[in-house]
């Protein structure tokens, strides 16, 4: 029988055992989902301590609960290790490994890379491998492909390759990994089928395009469709503000209109592993084509502004109080980069942090959700500890610095509290009796 029917029968068996590469955000749903799919996973982690704590029934993402992984481990449904030796035991292996930018931001394809080459090295007939990292379109043939090829299988006849962006949200509830459609695209139209297969098998849509450079470009369409959009209301914000205009007001009457207008948000920077990197992998690959990627130059350039935007408004309100940055006491509410999770990843909070410093205000942070600062790839303050926010806690303060607008805070009490709050997320909108001045930035 022909490797492609083999597998086929296999995932429409549920014979197929699937690896996933990479145990992190978007590792780990893809996980609980085919283990609810009745499949079972084989999870591949280079970080041991990540697969110690699986196994004991811990998690380190919030809101992925421990005891849930457990109990498939415990029903041998799902095997997490860091022995790449077992790579070759999936049919089908996932790659969810980080997709960051180097020194001189540019992609660093080094986890991809190292991944294919621990894949490689045990590849075997009838495998199917799926790359789900986010990246440049071409990634998948240009890099993936040639490592795989120098093994002496061959594409279609020995094994298969398809790109599938993950299209992850953490923190939402509204909408589950399993609801979300999947968009996936073989590097040839025999793997483009078998991977749509496997989804199907634990997703409920899936959306396959013709070729793995489309999903890769889907996945990176969406991502600088966000970060100009945020870039457009974040240049937006700082007109209306110098106009006397609330410019919270003005997009909640602009998303009235029931056509023609998506909302998005402004916000102190962006954060995440998404938005602030991926469009520079497309400027990046852009280069080779001699074509410019203005849209997203500039909405960079807007976006990364906007942390320094914040601290000037900051410095202007303690001005107004006849008070100077230097030697003031600011309160930076919420480490993570975005509302109710405990991801640290290139969150503006931190910026803001670091900027408050070199100013040499005394600068403290408020997180439910991150009570040590976390280690981060170009920052370090894991010095720092989440502080109590109670209302004679709030009285030491200066300013407080609403960074992440988390739904556990209680706002009404911080601006019964705090004598100035900066707020950069609209978090206090509904705050009906503030003590101290609210400045939106
Ligand atoms: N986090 C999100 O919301 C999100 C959403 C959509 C897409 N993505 C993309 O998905 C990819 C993964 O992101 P993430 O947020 O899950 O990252 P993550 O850092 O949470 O997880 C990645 C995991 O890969 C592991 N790893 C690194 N190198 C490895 C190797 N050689 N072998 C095995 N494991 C290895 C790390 O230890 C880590 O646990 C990135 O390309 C990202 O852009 C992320």
């Known amino acids: 029988m022909k490797a492609s029917q083999l597998l086929r029968k296999k995932i429409a068996d549920r014979e197929v055992t699937v690896g996933v590469v990479g145990l992190g955000y978007v590792g780990l ?77 540019q992609p660093d394809m080094s986890y991809i890379r190292n991944t294919t080459a621990d894949i490689a090295a045990r590849l075997r007939r009838g495998q199917l491998i799926i790359l789900e990292s986010t990246t440049y379109p071409g990634t998948t043939r240009e890099v993936v492909k040639p490592m795989l090829d120098a093994t002496g299988l061959r594409l279609d006849r020995d094994y298969f390759l398809a790109f599938s962006p993950e299209r992850e949200d953490p923190g939402r509830s509204d909408i589950t990994t ?20 496997l989804y199907g098998l634990a997703l409920e849509r899936i959306v396959p395009v013709s070729s793995c450079e489309v999903a890769e470009a889907c996945k990176i369409v969406e991502n600088v469709y966000r970060s100009i959009n945020i870039a457009l209301v974040n240049e937006l914000k700082m007109l209306f503000d110098r106009m006397g205009i609330d410019v919270w007001e003005v997009i909640e009457a602009a998303k009235t209109k029931p056509f023609g207008y998506q909302p998005f948000y402004p916000g102190p920077g962006l954060g995440g592993h998404c938005i602030p990197i991926d469009p520079l992998y497309l ?83 408020h997180d439910p959700h991150i009570p040590v600062a976390k280690p981060m790839r170009e920052h370090n303050i894991t010095y720092m500890k989440s502080q109590p926010l109670t209302p004679a806690s709030l009285r030491k303060y200066d300013c407080v610095l609403i960074a ?38």
């Open 178 to 197: 399993r609801q979300i459609p999947k968009v996936v695209g073989g590097a040839s139209p025999t793997s483009g089928r078998l991977a749509a297969a």
């Open 29 to 105: 749903p893809l996980v609980r989902e085919f283990c609810n799919s009745g499949v079972r996973v084989i999870g591949f982690d280079i970080d041991q301590q990540k697969v110690r704590m699986l196994k004991a029934g811990q998690t380190y993402i919030e809101h992925l609960p421990g005891p849930f992984f457990q109990g498939l481990i415990r029903k041998r449904q799902f095997s997490p290790t860091a022995d790449m030796k077992e790579l070759s035991r999936p049919d089908a292996i996932l790659i969810c490994v980080p997709t960051p930018l180097d020194k001189m931001r």
């Open 404 to 441: 992440t607008d988390h739904s556990r805070v209680d706002y009404e009490m911080v601006c019964r509290n705090a004598t100035l709050v900066v707020d950069t997320r609209n978090a206090t909108r509904h705050v009906k009796r503030p003590t101290g001045r609210i400045v939106r930035a």
């Open 283 to 365: 400027s990046w690959k852009a280069r080779q084509y001699g074509r410019p990627t203005r849209f997203i130059e500039l909405a960079a350039e807007i976006n990364t502004f906007m942390p320094e935007y914040v601290i000037t408004r900051l410095m202007e309100a303690l001005n107004e109080s006849g008070k100077s940055l230097k030697g003031s006491r600011v309160l930076v509410l919420g480490l993570a980069y975005k509302k109710d999770v405990d991801d640290v990843r290139e969150s503006p909070s931190v910026t803001l942090i670091e900027l408050l410093q070199q100013r040499g205000a005394k600068v403290d942070y």
